[in-house]
């Protein structure tokens, strides 16, 4: 239902976008989130946005790094990442929520299948 694109490789301290888009059906009106897995670790938050932009969230480890944002004519949330760290390495997961302000009690409903960020020292 989700499909993420826009990953790649990236050195230390530089830049990338990640885009997602939904297939099968809008997510206008639901809040939207990115979520990464390293290899061997658990897959963890990343950020959210609510449905219309005017709430966002974000976890400790790329506050001030990262930026979520979403586009609702284009129905497309995008992740933009700045300065960033080997340890962003990861695959990056965009899901959505069945509501439209970002619920931390809500399991997320439809999920991507991940793009891959490398980002090299």
């Known amino acids: 239902h989700l499909v993420e694109s826009g990953g790649g490789v990236v050195q230390a301290g530089g830049s990338l976008r990640l885009s997602c888009v939904g297939s099968g059906r809008t997510f206008d009106d639901y809040a939207m989130g990115w979520f990464r897995q390293a290899p061997g670790k658990e897959r963890e938050f990343v950020a959210a946005?609510?449905?219309?932009?005017?709430?966002?969230f974000y976890a400790d480890s790329v506050k001030g790094r990262f930026t979520i944002s979403r586009d609702n004519t284009k129905s497309t949330p995008y992740l933009q990442m700045k300065e960033a760290k080997p340890e962003d390495t990861a695959v990056y997961y965009c899901a959505a929520q069945e509501t439209g302000w970002y619920d931390t009690a809500l399991e997320f409903r439809w999920w991507g299948q991940g793009t891959q960020v490398t980002v090299s020292s």
């Open positions: 946005i609510a449905w219309n932009g005017a709430a966002t």
